[in-house]
């Protein structure tokens, strides 16, 4: 633990970032030594948002906990949900129905691109751009009508459920989703002009924040983050679940590494997002949303794992299970942590003023990292 | 070589700054675009679909009966321990004690409206309302009795 005000004995000076600031995005405590404007250290503390999930979900049954998780990265909490709802599933060896994944694997791709939407939106806002951040709303507003409409909430769903979903998709479902394409794919190029091909942008972004494909892989980070260094981790690709093996579509690598790189990642994942809602929105197969499960669901002694792709890279769920109705124990691997560990690394030697572009790109949601 | 360098790009961010500008340009002459909406103003005009997840209800029909036979499987559903149920004993015509609910209690200040206990229902006594302003000046008040006053269990409901 280092001083948290004042100087240290070389002449550095120690700052405060947070954990009240508008650039951490939450109540991230960054404790920064800068010498005159170069960053020497970043320390993040953690710990001002803990809600200790993980012990909570020891008291809850198999479907309860489920809602939980919406709380942790609620920028994914569809993609949340369904890690869990997946990993009791493997321990039940229940069958999910074909329609059940086709809803489920829609609705993964719908919060990918809301959350990378917000993120867009925010990561202009961080570099001082504020009109973007409303452009990006605009279109997440669309889906998150859509989610309303379908799951009853706009941002905690609890929709997935061990055996399927918890209700059929809305009859209007298919028609708002298509019209959520057009619109997007009529926007889409207000992005490229309003931030990417901006020269302010460019200059602040390109060759800041550089993470070699060793060093991502070392720091555990995964999703966006470790695909703008060229390193394949994309667990759709790689242990595909559900319906993604049947599914056409590429995995985006970057090769630069530095921020640029993963904003490229995240902008041409939204259209790849797209890609995979356009294969599958006319093909939702007839049958039922929910497969048959007993009242009270009860795990096989055992260890089980699942992990799946959210918007910001693995999450893993892990039950230990003792035979009872509730877990014995549940670990939840969030992606957040991990991308975070590699800020130090990435910011040593850069500007101050380069860190919270830095931090944007890493698209940190807290309560995520601090569970 | 240098200066022509540096010219050529001082063109490109320029323009790149005019190209972005113009998008706000045509945002700010084309006013129909826009799609915020005035919210306390439209509260009249706002419509909500019909699962949206506002605030746990008891379904009550004309002659003030409602279909919840007290078996707790909602109370038991949930996570956080929003929903009490009370049971009393009504005496049946024919001279049988018959199990009721006598109140249905029901915190709003815990709920999450995560929906596991109107899934859980056997007889769909329970729905989601689609109300959404939910402050009160007193915390008391956000704890509900569902089940109206005098109100008792449909015929044939079991």
Known sequence: MVEEIGSTADGNIILNVGPQHPATHGVL??????????IQKVEPHLGYIHRSIEKMCESLTYRQFIYVTSRMDYLSSHINNHACALCVEKG??????LR?????????????????ELWWGAMAMDLGAFTPFFHAFREREAINDIMEETCGARLTMNYMVPGGVMQDIHPNFQKRVKEFIALFKSK????????????????????VGNLS???AISFGCTGPTARGSG?????????PYEIYDTINFEEILETEGDSFARYMVRVREMSQSISIIEQLIDNIPEGDFQAKTKAVLKLPKGEFYQRVETARGDFGVYIVSEGGTTPYRIKFRSPGFSNLSALDHMARGSKLGDLVAMMGTLDLVIPDIDR | MFILKYIK????????????LRRTLYYFSHHKEIITQQYPDNRDTLVFPDRFKGEVVMVHDDKNEHACTGCTACELACPN???????????TPEGKKKKAIDKFVYHLELCTMCNLCVVACPTDAIKMAQTFEHSVYNRAELTKILNKPDSKIRDGVE
Do not use: W
């Open chain 1, 29 to 38: 405590h960054l404790v920064i030594t800068i010498n005159g404007e170069t």
């Open chain 2, 81 to 91: 321990a929003t929903i009490k149920i009370i049971t009393k004993f009504d005496i």
């Open chain 1, 100 to 116: 059940a994944q086709v809803i489920r694997v829609l609705m993964d791709e719908l919060t990918r691109i809301a959350s990378h």
């Open chain 1, 188 to 207: 889409v190029s207000e992005y490229n002009e309003l931030v990417t091909g901006n020269i302010i942008f460019q200059n602040r972004m390109k060759g």
């Open chain 1, 92 to 97: 039940l060896q229940i069958e999910v129905p």
């Open chain 1, 231 to 239: 390193v394949s981790c994309d667990i759709r690709k790689l242990y």
């Open chain 2, 9 to 20: 790009e001082v063109y490109s961010g320029l323009k790149s700054l005019v190209v972005g």
């Open chain 1, 213 to 215: 494909a060793a060093d």
